[in-house]
């Protein structure tokens, strides 16, 4: 017989998902009411509000799509690209290689800027690559490299591409609500993030802005949207202005209660609050690593607070300890990822999950399952 699911109390202390408060959780669970009820359409607008706060931007077109954060990836390639475009790549760690991936699905073609995983992307190289594909109609790249721990100027990198008459494509999936993200003030066009990751709601949306200039891209295409779901012209008629919502999908009503709720949370605490918050957290965690034994990985200007990429000590096994420090401590950290696997652990203080007890909590654990 099965029976009902009870989880076990976890810090989540990985790459995503973080920590969901009990404040979100219980605004999760409240009646479903219809995806087309007068009073779902009036949260809808509030959480387009909050989302446009959030992305620090006045984009019309900024909503949650109802999938994780890798569908917003897809969403932002599938609608900016059309078969013959050319969009070039960065990549500095696994999610710039899921930008390639996209792009080629999309019968474009990748022009790939290829840094080391753990360093920053080179705005010098980018410029070189506009300068050689001068037709290019894409530059994309990753703000936050949640499988390296390291920010790139994302501000730097969006005006390369303006300067030159490109759309840019932003992974914000990590970075929104931890670091600084300016949508407008940085000029980016569609910048996509994930739910579950520094806003501490439930797993599954991907929340999305576009720019003027990527929706007239959109409106303008010559090929039709390579998916029916992700096709920003058809989401438009039931995520956009006015009370004629047309149905598409079922909107996940309740986990739009979630993220509503996390983004007022948000609101409470101020974007600043929380960029500091995170950088305060950082910075006691690190010192508290380095007071183990344990280096980060990444060079100090290009950290992410909340994703700090940790070395492996000589002779310490990967699986074992964070075996153990799941079944002992209950405390969920990130293995390496692609080329970093069995090199680094990736120790997350996202959203909630960025708070002193965790960090006391994530210390002591090492520090007992290290000795042992
Ligand atoms: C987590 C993550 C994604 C994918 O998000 P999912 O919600 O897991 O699909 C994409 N890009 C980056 C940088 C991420 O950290």
Redesign the pocket.
């Known amino acids: 017989m099965s029976s009902t699911f009870y989880p076990p109390q976890r810090t989540l202390m990985g790459?995503?998902p973080s920590d969901v408060s009990a404040r979100v959780l219980a605004a999760s669970a409240r009646p479903t009411i219809g995806h087309l009820d007068p009073e779902f359409v009036g949260l809808m607008d509030d959480v387009k509000r909050l989302l446009q706060f959030a992305f620090q931007t006045r984009n019309e077109l900024t909503i949650p799509l109802s999938?994780?954060?890798?569908?917003?990836?897809e969403a932002a390639f599938v609608n900016l690209l059309e078969p013959g475009d050319t969009a070039i790549v960065c990549q500095n760690?696994?999610?710039g290689g899921?930008m390639k991936e996209n792009v080629e699905r999309c019968g474009a073609t990748a022009v790939m800027v290829q840094d080391r995983w753990g360093d920053p992307v080179d705005p010098e190289k980018v410029a070189a690559a506009i300068a050689a594909n001068p037709n290019a109609k894409v530059l994309a790249f990753?703000?936050?490299?949640?499988?390296t721990g390291v920010r790139s100027d994302a501000e730097q990198l969006c005006q390369l591409a303006k300067a030159a008459g490109m759309l840019t494509i932003v992974?914000?999936?990590?970075s929104l609500a931890g670091i600084d993200l300016q949508v407008d003030a940085w000029g980016a066009d569609v910048v996509y993030s994930?739910?579950?990751?520094c806003l501490s709601s439930l797993?599954?949306i991907?929340p999305i802005t576009f720019s003027a200039d990527a929706v007239a891209a959109i409106t303008s295409r010559t090929h039709k949207v390579q998916s029916w779901f992700l096709d920003m012209n058809l989401i438009m008629g039931y995520w956009g202005e006015g009370a004629k919502r047309a149905y598409h999908h079922t909107a996940p009503v309740n986990a739009i209660y979630a993220l509503h709720e996390s983004l007022l949370m948000l609101e409470e605490e101020g974007l600043q609050a929380s960029f500091a918050r995170h950088r305060d957290n950082h910075t006691a965690l690190a010192s508290g690593l380095a007071d183990l034994g344990l280096e980060l990985a990444v060079a100090e200007p290009w950290r992410l607070p909340q994703?700090n990429a940790v070395m492996i000590p000589e002779g310490k096994d990967d699986a074992a300890t964070r075996s153990r420090l799941l079944a002992d401590f209950n405390l969920e950290v990130g293995a390496g990822l692609g080329e970093l696997a069995g090199k680094q652990w990736r120790i997350g203080l996202m959203g909630s999950s960025s708070h002193a007890v965790n960090i006391n909590r994530c210390l002591s654990a090492f520090e007992a399952v290290l000795a042992s």
């Open positions: 790459p995503g999938a994780p954060g890798s569908a917003g990836m760690g696994v999610f899921r990753v703000h936050a490299e949640t499988s992974d914000a999936v990590t994930g739910t579950q990751k797993p599954g991907a994703l």
